[in-house]
C-alpha cells in the first residue's frame, strides 16, 4: 500500500481518468474525496467501487471553478478525512472549433475549468498543506497540448499550456513547504472527452496515425503515474512534467 493514511481529493472523478486515479489510489490505501460536477449517477459509482473493495471515500458536487465551491471541496474532505495529502487536478472540458470562430463563452469556460481550476484547488489545498506542516502532493492531469498544437482546439491548448507554467511556477515558490507539483501529460486516453473522435472511424484513424504505439491509451495506465507522483518514493520530483502518449510527441504533426 503506497497511500496508506493519506487523503487525496480527485477532481473530476466521476468517469475517465479521473475515475481511473481514485480507483487506484484508494486501492493503495489513500481516502480519496470524489469530486464532480452534476453526474451524480456515475460519481454514486465511482463510490461503490471505491467502497466495495475496502477504500474509504466521500463524494463531493464542486465546481473548481468558483472560489465558494472550492473551499467547500476542501474543508468537505478534512472534516470527513482529518488532513489532506494530495490533490489530483483532473477535471477538464474540451470543445474543437475553428480559432477564427471560437466563442468568447466557450473560451471563458474552457479556461475557468482547466486553469482557473487548478489555481484556485491548488490556492486552497496548499493553504491546508502548510498548516498541517508535512508537504502534501499536487498533480496536474494536463496534456500532450501543454506542448504539442491542435488546430481547432486553441482554448484547450492554451489552458494547458497556462497549467504547464502554473505548476512550473508554484512548484518553485511551495517548494519550501516540501509540497511538489508535477503535470501528467497524456496523449489519446479513451474517455467520454473523445467521444467525437471514438464515433467518427476515420478521425479515429487519423489519430491514431499519429501514435506510434498505434493504440488508445487506457484510463488505468495514467493511475500508475499519478500513484507514483503521489508517494513518498517521489519526493525528490516537482516541477516536471510527465507524457504518457504511446510515443505522440515524438510523433508530432497535425491531424
Ligand atoms: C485531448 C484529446 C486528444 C488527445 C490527443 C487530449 O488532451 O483531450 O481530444 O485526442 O489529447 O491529441
Redesign the pocket.
Known amino acids: 500500500m503506497r497511500l496508506k493514511d493519506k487523503v487525496a481529493i480527485v477532481t473530476g472523478a466521476a468517469t475517465g481518468i479521473g475515475q481511473a486515479i481514485a480507483l487506484r489510489m484508494a486501492q493503495e490505501g489513500a481516502s480519496v474525496v470524489v469530486d464532480f460536477v452534476g453526474q451524480i449517477n456515475a460519481a454514486d459509482q465511482t463510490e461503490q467501487e471505491i467502497t466495495k473493495t475496502g477504500g474509504k471515500t466521500i463524494s463531493v458536487n464542486a465546481d473548481v471553478s468558483k472560489a465558494d465551491e472550492v473551499e467547500k471541496l476542501i474543508s468537505g474532505a478534512v472534516k470527513a478525512f482529518g488532513r489532506l495529502d494530495i490533490i489530483v487536478n483532473n477535471a477538464?472540458v474540451?470543445k474543437?472549433i475553428a480559432f477564427i470562430d471560437y466563442p468568447l463563452e466557450e473560451l471563458q469556460k474552457i479556461l475557468a475549468v482547466n486553469l482557473v481550476g487548478p489555481f484556485l484547488v491548488s490556492q486552497a489545498a496548499a493553504r491546508q498543506m502548510i498548516k498541517q506542516g508535512q508537504g502534501g502532493r499536487i498533480i496536474n492531469i494536463?496534456?500532450?497540448?501543454e506542448d504539442?498544437p491542435?488546430p481547432t482546439?486553441a482554448a484547450?491548448c492554451a489552458s494547458?499550456g497556462g497549467l504547464r507554467m502554473l505548476t512550473r511556477t508554484i512548484a518553485v515558490e511551495l517548494a519550501k513547504h516540501k509540497i511538489t507539483v508535477n503535470n501528467i501529460?497524456?496523449?489519446?486516453?479513451y474517455?467520454p472527452?473523445?467521444a467525437?473522435?471514438e464515433a467518427k472511424p476515420e478521425m479515429e484513424k487519423a489519430?491514431m496515425s499519429?501514435?506510434p504505439l498505434d493504440r488508445w491509451a487506457k484510463p488505468e495506465e495514467i493511475a500508475g503515474l499519478a500513484v507514483y507522483l503521489a508517494s513518498d518514493e517521489a519526493a525528490y520530483v516537482t516541477g516536471a512534467t510527465y507524457f504518457i502518449?504511446g510515443g505522440?510527441l515524438r510523433q508530432a504533426g497535425s491531424?
Open positions: 477538464g474540451e474543437k494536463s496534456s500532450v497540448h504539442l491542435m482546439n484547450y494547458k501529460g497524456p496523449g489519446a486516453v474517455t472527452i473523445d467525437d473522435i489519430l499519429e501514435i502518449d505522440m491531424y
